[in-house]
């Protein structure tokens, strides 16, 4: 007999019901309203009613096929050289406006590569998010094992027992209290071509060798900007996480390897690391989780420029659902950001299931 | 290496040294916003191919700070965060901690079910749903003074409602509670106390460790607001601190003045922050313990 | 004031029946102690009588009335907790005014109630202090002073004393005995020391596995156990059990021994056994007498000898190999392996069928 006594249903709803309604309303609701606009060709000002289209979306933003270029030939087979030397090969537009290949219709050069006289191309349906997911996981890739790596020998500079410690662990968090806008605005200045601090710094360092260096207007170094920007901002938020798994690991682990005569780096291998185990987990999942939400450091920094190197995924979400009013567009690819986000926490669970 | 490892003293001056370089690494950047901040454009450029970048000195004043408030409603923008920021803490304390109870504490049908839910949107991004949540606000209704209206684009309530409640708070809440020892909520049952007083006599004031961590994510989440008000506030009379830089990047920059602003606003947090720095670092590293 | 009565009552955590069928009346005014080893229930049937807990099968009565589904508050019980629960953010008189508080109380009734618990309890200087501030012992009469501000019906207690050195102990136990006098409630107090069980009880339960052994007045229990489990669960040393012939049976006792036993006969007290079969033979070690060789029943050999002062436990090697403790009420001096003979009043000894 399932009895009133322990149960209460009317005070349970009511205690949680205005908390998980406002969650329902505007994380839920928003959630499954995403993937509904992302199967459809909503616009925010549009003259034609909205249509169910299916996976049209995704086809156009994950649609990109190679093909191959062989070079030109005169009539007697020999490849066409000009002046300098160089193979001639025929445009690709030839190929993507075609109408023998309606399958690339539309599609543009993504990148290209030479393989013998030949030259293969990727070509895309849409560039720019293509750029966008490539940086994006670039940046998670770059970021979530330097930050972690760096916030982790913090911690372990920090788990000194010296006086005055608390201070130096006071100031290495402090960037996280800041703003990310603030901090981001602050680096444009440092990263500045003209009379940016860090071309002075190394300027002064290497006595006047070092050419100064527009970090964010150059395609090839304005993600990395960023990137070391990022790390400098939050690695204090992960250092104080190794330090809460630091403090986990009982000290009688230390003392026993003292005894047995362990040098640093073999008390680090064998008793600190392995009681790391999940902490690590963590720090990356959560640095991984905070580099797909890149936004805020593009926006005021690069604005997806230089020739769209920096460009992100959430910018682009942002991008095309806000500034091109192309809701649905921006829609599928938070779908794709957050099976991607999915997909990595599915991954986490299972990297620190019970055993 | 080049120095005796035995020698104690000098083993201590290089840790503090390498500790102290590091420091240097993260301060920098605050240390010339604040100098520059008193310091006019020209000098401001001038000064950064040195280290009188960080260093106080030359034309010294406070006109980039009038320089700031004449361009922009400062004042105004910091009473909308401040407003904003508050509002959603409180509301959110009240809320989250309400559900967090019912989900440690109560048995209900549907319960494991909500509670599922409630921690599955731990893993959903803001960003991902920041454009259809712009959507729906801007067709809710409301009910004000002016009787039913449509629409909460440019409102204090579209910045705080939406951020009141979260699956971390809520979870952070429902694991401090889960910890509190269950004979001290039975006593409480036993001797007559109503769920809801349990709750405001006996939970509540046990729970000064968790509502700070709480209320200081939410706070540096709020008052950080950035990409949210920039899409749902279009009017300058509710706009938050962040979305109130734009003001300082039209046309030619004036950069003194956009160091004074930022000075304006980042210091106030960073004194909260050096008076309660073992809360703010506590909060953080409590985020680390789920999983 | 009240009787409590429990009707066949069940309780299961999903699949493991934690209590497996218990009826139990107690009387108004009455002192009940539930005892048993750790783990058999007794906080459970406490909470379900509290009624923290529901119960899976049973009725339960209050004064007269049936309350399976009333909350705890409607119950008119108040509860002593075996880790206090004072709630450490109120002082002494807050905590001891919880319930009045909650009730909506006056605060000059509030005021009196407080002082009257204060009193009988003795705190009155400890009014102002918060919880932190006061001993384990000081908390405990803290709990007390809240449960019985609100005048209850019945008082439960689960092991109240259990967090306390043991002077402490036996202070609080003598002061509950006091407050039980001085309120003549109906209490049911859960603990698995038996010292605060003998001493306190009106009437003892023992449990085990969820079941009842035994009800009856403390004595009783001690000389009359029901079975082997009541035997050996009260008293200390705990009963001697030896495996024995049963070698004859008539209509009240049968005729056993073993190789370290002389034949003796034991009343049966109607319990079954066969003859040419095994049973068990309870001997509580006070009862046993050193005497001169050639005139004992039991034979064996002093392993280890324990001087308490006023009581002097031996630990035998029997004949057969069998331990057996033997405590003798005086101040003696044994060496191990000195061969010792002993005797002992074959009223008081026990005989168990062999299971069971
Ligand atoms: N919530 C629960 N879920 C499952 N089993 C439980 C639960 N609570 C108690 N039990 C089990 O019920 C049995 C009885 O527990 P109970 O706390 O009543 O024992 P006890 O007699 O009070 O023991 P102790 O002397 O150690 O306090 C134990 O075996 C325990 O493991
Ligand atoms: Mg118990």
Redesign the interface.
């Known amino acids: 007999m399932a009895s009133k006594l322990?149960?209460?249903?009317r005070?349970?709803?009511?205690?949680?019901l205005?908390?998980?309604a406002?969650?329902?309303?505007?994380?839920?609701?928003?959630?499954f309203?995403?993937i509904g606009?992302s199967l459809t060709n909503q616009r925010l000002l549009s003259p034609n009613p909205t249509q169910f289209v299916g996976l049209e979306n995704y086809r156009q933003l994950l649609g990109f096929a190679v093909v191959t270029l062989e070079p030109e030939r005169d009539e007697a087979g020999e490849v066409v050289r000009d002046e300098a030397g160089e193979i001639q090969y025929p445009r690709l537009r030839a190929i993507t406006r075609s109408d023998d290949y309606p399958q690339y219709r539309g599609m543009r050069e993504w990148f290209r590569w030479q393989s013998g006289e030949n030259v293969m191309v990727v070509i895309a349906r849409d560039v720019v998010f293509m750029k966008a997911l490539v940086n994006t996981f670039l940046f998670v890739l770059v970021v979530a094992p330097v930050q972690g790596g760096l916030a982790l020998m913090?911690a372990l500079?920090i788990n000194?027992k010296?006086r005055g410690?608390s201070i130096?662990?006071?100031?290495?968090?402090?960037?996280?209290?800041?703003?990310?806008?603030?901090?981001s605005?602050?680096?444009r200045?440092?990263y500045?071509g003209q009379?940016?601090?860090l071309n002075?710094i190394l300027q002064g360092l290497s006595f006047g060798l070092f050419q100064p260096v527009d970090w964010l207007g150059d395609p090839s170094t304005a993600l990395p900007a960023i990137m070391a920007m990022s790390i400098?901002q939050a690695v204090?938020?992960h250092m104080?996480?190794w330090?809460?798994?630091l403090q986990t690991i009982s000290p009688t682990l230390y003392e026993a390897a003292a005894i047995e005569g362990a040098s640093k780096w073999q008390t680090f291998r064998y008793v600190t690391w392995p009681g790391l185990r999940?902490?690590a987990?963590?720090?990356l999942?959560?640095i991984t989780?905070q580099g797909?939400?890149l936004?805020?450091q593009i926006?005021v920094m690069t604005n997806g420029g230089p020739r769209d190197s920096t460009q992100t995924l959430?910018f682009q979400?942002?991008e095309r659902?806000?500034g091109k009013q192309d809701?649905s567009g921006?829609?599928t690819i938070?779908?794709i950001?957050?099976a991607i986000?999915?997909a990595i926490?599915l991954i986490?669970r299972w990297l620190?299931r019970e055993r | 290496m080049a120095f005796d490892p035995d020698n104690y003293g000098l083993r201590?001056f290089v840790?503090?040294l390498?500790?102290c370089l590091?420091?240097l690494?993260?301060?920098?950047?605050?240390v010339?916003?604040i100098n520059s901040s008193f310091k006019p454009d020209n000098q401001l450029?001038?000064d950064?191919?040195?280290l009188r970048?960080f260093l106080p000195v030359g034309d010294i004043s406070l006109d980039n700070y009038f320089g700031a408030f004449r361009r922009a409603p400062v004042a105004l923008f910091v009473l909308n965060s401040v407003l904003v920021t508050g509002a959603t803490v409180l509301l959110s304390l009240l809320?989250?901690s309400?559900?967090?109870?019912?989900?440690a504490f109560?048995?209900?049908?549907?319960?494991d079910v909500?509670l599922s839910?409630?921690i599955a949107?731990l893993?959903?991004?803001?960003?991902?749903?920041?454009?259809?949540?712009?959507?729906?606000v801007s067709k809710l209704p409301w009910i004000g003074l002016e009787g039913l209206q449509w629409g909460w684009l440019n409102t204090y309530r579209v910045q705080i409602?939406?951020?009141?409640?979260?699956?971390l708070t809520?979870f952070l809440f429902v694991q401090y509670f889960k910890g509190l020892?269950g004979?001290?909520i039975?006593?409480?049952?036993?001797?007559?106390?109503?769920?809801?007083?349990v709750?405001y006599?006996?939970v509540m004031?046990?729970s000064g460790p968790v509502l700070a961590t709480a209320a200081i994510l939410k706070f540096?989440v709020m008052?950080?607001q950035?990409?949210w008000p920039l899409?749902v506030v279009q009017q300058e009379n509710y706009r938050p601190i962040?979305v109130g830089?734009g003001y300082f990047f039209q046309l030619n920059v004036a950069?003194g003045e956009?160091m004074a602003y930022?000075t304006l606003?980042?210091v106030p947090?960073?004194i909260f922050?050096?008076f309660l720095?073992r809360a703010?670092?506590a909060s953080?590293?409590?985020?680390?313990?789920?999983? | 004031m009240a009787e409590v009565s429990l009707k066949g009552i069940k309780k299961s955590y999903g699949r493991v029946d934690v209590i497996k069928g218990v009826d139990i009346h107690i009387n108004d005014g009455e002192f009940v102690v539930f005892v048993g080893p750790s783990g058999c229930g007794k906080s459970t049937l406490l909470?379900m009588i509290?009624?923290?807990e529901e119960m899976t099968e049973g009725i339960l009565e209050i004064g007269g009335r049936v309350v399976n589904e009333l909350?705890?508050?409607e119950r008119g019980?108040?509860?002593v907790?075996?880790?206090y629960?004072?709630?450490?953010?109120m002082t002494v008189r807050e905590n001891i005014a919880?319930?009045l508080t909650?009730?909506g109380a006056s605060k000059q009734e509030k005021e009196q109630k407080v002082a009257e618990a204060a009193r009988i309890l003795q705190m009155e200087h400890l009014l102002d202090r918060r919880p932190s501030q006061l001993s384990g012992g000081q908390r405990q009469r803290v709990a007390i002073g809240?449960a019985i501000t609100?005048k209850p019906a019945v008082f439960l207690f689960d092991e109240p004393l259990s967090n306390l050195d043991a002077a402490l102990r036996m202070d609080m136990r003598m002061e509950i005995g006091r407050l039980r006098r001085q309120l003549g409630t109906t209490m049911i107090y859960v603990t698995h020391d038996q010292v605060e069980a003998m001493t306190l009880a009106d009437r003892i339960v023992v449990l085990k596995d969820g079941q009842v052994m035994q009800i009856g007045a403390p004595m009783e229990l001690y000389h009359e156990p029901a079975n082997r489990f009541v035997a050996g669960f009260l008293g200390a040393p705990s009963m001697n059990f030896l495996t024995v012939d049963v070698l004859d049976l008539d209509g009240e006792a049968a005729t056993v021994g073993n190789r370290a036993l002389e034949p003796i006969r034991v009343a049966t007290r109607r319990r079954p056994f066969r003859k040419d079969g095994k049973a068990i033979l309870g001997i509580r070690p006070q009862h046993l007498r050193a005497v001169q060789s050639g005139k004992g029943m039991l034979h064996g050999v002093v392993a280890h000898a324990e001087r308490l002062g006023s009581e002097t436990v031996v630990d035998l090697t029997l004949r057969d190999d069998r331990e057996l403790i033997a405590a003798f009420n005086e101040d003696k001096i044994f060496q191990p392996g000195d061969a010792l003979e002993l005797a002992f009043d074959t009223a008081l000894a026990h005989l168990f069928p062999e299971e069971g």
């Open positions: 322990t149960l209460s249903n005070t349970g709803w009511t205690f949680a205005p908390g998980f406002l969650i329902f309303t505007f994380i839920v609701l928003p959630f309203f995403a606009l913090l500079l000194q010296l410690i130096f662990r006071t100031i290495y968090f402090m960037p996280v209290v800041v703003s990310i806008v603030v901090v605005l602050l680096w200045f440092i500045d009379n940016g601090l002075s400098w204090g938020f104080v996480i330090l809460a798994g999940n902490t987990v963590l720090v999942v959560v989780m797909f939400a936004f805020a926006d959430v979400a942002v659902g806000y809701i921006g829609s938070s779908v950001l957050f986000v999915l926490s986490q620190t | 201590l840790r503090y390498v500790l590091i420091a690494i993260f301060i920098f950047p605050l010339f916003m450029l001038a950064t191919s040195s970048a809320i989250c309400l559900a967090a109870f019912s989900f109560l048995r209900w049908k549907g319960r909500v839910i409630v949107t893993i959903i991004p803001f960003e991902t749903i920041a454009i259809p949540l712009l959507l729906l409602i939406p951020w009141i409640a979260d699956g809520i020892p004979e001290l039975e006593a409480g049952r036993v001797e007559g106390a109503s769920w809801w007083q709750y006599r006996i004031p046990l540096l008052y950080n950035y990409l899409i962040m830089l950069w956009v930022l606003i980042t947090v960073l922050y050096l720095q703010f670092i953080i590293a409590s985020t680390g313990v789920k999983g | 909470r509290a009624g923290l909350q705890p508050k019980v108040a509860m907790f075996q880790s629960a004072i709630f450490p953010h919880f319930g909650i009730a809240r609100r």
